[in-house]
């Protein structure tokens, strides 16, 4: 089992930052961040490796956004900073044993799933 728990979230002005974390146990998963907005597909936003931290972003987010990971606390975060009013979703935290590079926003290599957490941003 790898129970996955995020935190963090809210809603705020457009322009303004929130930090997302979620709770992992097994050090050797791929992590992710996805997010639904009402009436989309879920769609990748981040990911970082195990081993040497290699992160990949989606072009919509690239140098806003901002993942790591804690793997002495177990934790993973995501900074989002100037963030806008299409950045409003659910944000899912989410981990895989395995992907290649090129396929992080395959949400089939996925495993496992937080609860979702509410990311409101207002114009």
């Known amino acids: 089992q790898v129970p996955l728990v995020e935190s963090g979230g809210g809603s705020v002005q457009a322009g303004g930052s929130l930090r997302l974390s979620c709770a992992y146990k097994?050090?050797?998963?791929?992590m992710g961040w996805f997010r639904q907005a009402p009436g989309k597909e879920r769609e990748g936003v981040a990911a970082?490796?195990?081993?040497?931290?290699?992160?990949y972003y989606a072009d919509s987010v690239k140098g806003r956004f901002t993942i790591s990971r804690d793997n002495a606390k177990n934790t993973l975060s995501l900074q989002m900073d100037n963030l806008k009013p299409e950045d409003t979703a659910i944000y899912y935290c989410?981990?895989?044993?395995?992907?290649?590079?090129?396929?992080?926003?395959?949400?089939?290599?996925?495993?496992?799933w937080g609860q979702g957490v509410q990311v409101t941003v207002s114009s």
């Open positions: 970082i490796s195990p081993a040497d931290g290699t992160t």
């Open positions: 097994n050090r050797d998963y791929h």
């Open positions: 989410a981990a895989a044993s395995f992907f290649r590079g090129a396929n992080w926003m395959d949400k089939r290599f996925y495993n496992y």
